[in-house]
């Protein structure tokens, strides 16, 4: 189980009988196969184009020999996603050129799964939506396949209303998986989040494309009842191999050469089976912790905020989330071994202090434990 229960975002259209569809598609029909009445069961029959709704496009939708919808790897269509607010371009007729990208490329690197919002999702359900829509010239899509992105996801019915071809080839030619009509819209407030973004096409053996259900996971930070000093704090649970190492780095400066920890005993196999915390500030990491559980109650520890960034609050904004946190979990108790200089610390964040003070990693420390309302 993974404790940090995301919160999940919806990012498809509903499809619905008769719903407009691109010019020149199948109409999109449901209509009743059997029904409880007469037979007893009911079954529907779907009448749809493989481009219908929020759907993927597989590189066989432009390229003869292009591969089909069934074997588009899920690795590249679930993963971290970025999304680049594009709401500018949101007119009809718009384009979204190199340099509209470019101002963003810093975050679109190689793998980057790309998520472009230009609000345009407000026509959807409408036969407007796929006139004269914006569109990603085709000098923008050769920039995206140079950048080697692995997916790209627009609230656009297509890449380009009129340029098919020249915008489809080079990104398909390069398996970069292309998402369109995506509903990007919920996802705004979340745009500074981490971002899991999940794309599930239906293995349709051969074809060209498939409706998708989209959704993102995002872990946002949970409003504490506390106020924090500092207002830029970020706080992630960590999700992937990088994060792992920027909370490591914070552990080794502070713990290993502030504290003289013995490296050999600051990492042990616990961190394989802990839950690790980071907070950035200005997108720098600049604190961690790491929780383990068992059953209703978590231990914290590797507690360090560099100390460049000590006495802003950051300390308490990571406990902070960690309090919020803990109901969500299930957990009703927290629990630390305390260095006996952060006392006034973690009192402040609701600890007491228990027992008498023992030597740990050769630093005095108390036990110190909370509820969790
Ligand atoms: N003693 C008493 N109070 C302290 C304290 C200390 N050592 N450190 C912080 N506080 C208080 C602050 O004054 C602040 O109180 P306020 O909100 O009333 O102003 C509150 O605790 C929160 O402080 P904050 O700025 O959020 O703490 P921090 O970001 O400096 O982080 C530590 C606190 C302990 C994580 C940080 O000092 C650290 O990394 N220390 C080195 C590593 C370490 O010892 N870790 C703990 C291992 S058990």
Wanted: charged fraction near 15%; include cysteine; glycine fraction near 8%.
């Amino acid at each position: 189980m993974f404790p940090f229960q995301p919160h999940l975002i919806d990012l498809t259209h509903p499809m619905h009988t008769a719903m407009p569809v691109f010019p020149g598609d199948p109409e999109c029909r449901f209509q009743p196969h059997t029904d409880i009445a007469t037979e007893g069961y009911r079954v529907a029959c779907l009448h749809l184009g493989t481009h219908q709704g929020t759907h993927v496009d597989a590189p066989s939708h432009f390229l003869s020999d292009g591969a089909t919808v069934e074997s588009l790897p899920l690795t590249q269509l679930c993963g971290p996603a970025i999304l680049i607010n594009l709401e500018s371009k949101g007119s009809p007729g718009s384009t979204i050129d190199v340099p509209d990208l470019a101002a963003y490329a810093d975050l679109i690197l190689p793998q980057s799964r790309v998520l472009i919002y230009t609000g345009w999702d407000a026509n959807f359900g409408q036969a407007a939506f796929f006139v004269d829509s914006p569109g990603l010239t085709p000098e923008a899509c050769r920039w995206l396949m140079a950048r080697q992105v692995s997916l790209v996801g627009l609230d656009l019915p297509t890449l380009h209303p009129s340029l098919f071809a020249e915008t489809h080839v080079p990104l398909l030619s390069a398996g970069i998986v292309v998402v369109e009509s995506i509903n990007l819209r919920p996802l705004l407030p979340f745009a500074d989040e981490h971002i899991h973004l999940i794309v599930a096409p239906l293995p349709l053996t051969g074809l060209d494309g498939s409706p998708v259900r989209a959704m993102a996971a995002v872990w946002a930070r949970p409003r504490p009842g506390g106020s924090s000093a500092h207002s830029t704090v970020h706080i992630t649970p960590v999700t992937t191999a990088h994060q792992m190492l920027d909370a490591f780095a914070i552990r080794d400066t502070v713990f290993v050469e502030e504290q003289g920890v013995d490296m050999r005993e600051e990492h042990d196999a616990l961190d394989r089976e802990a839950l690790h915390l980071l907070a950035y500030v200005d997108g720098e990491a600049v604190g961690t912790l790491r929780l383990l559980l068992n059953g209703t109650e978590a231990t914290v520890g590797r507690f360090a905020v560099l100390k460049s960034h000590r006495g802003q609050g950051i300390g308490r904004a990571l406990m902070e989330w960690v309090i919020a946190w803990a109901p969500t979990a299930g957990v009703t108790k927290l629990k630390l071994h305390a260095q006996t200089h952060a006392l006034g610390f973690y009192q402040s964040c609701g600890f007491r202090a228990h027992g008498p003070e023992f030597m740990e990693a050769g630093i005095p420390h108390r036990t110190m434990e909370r509820d969790v309302p």
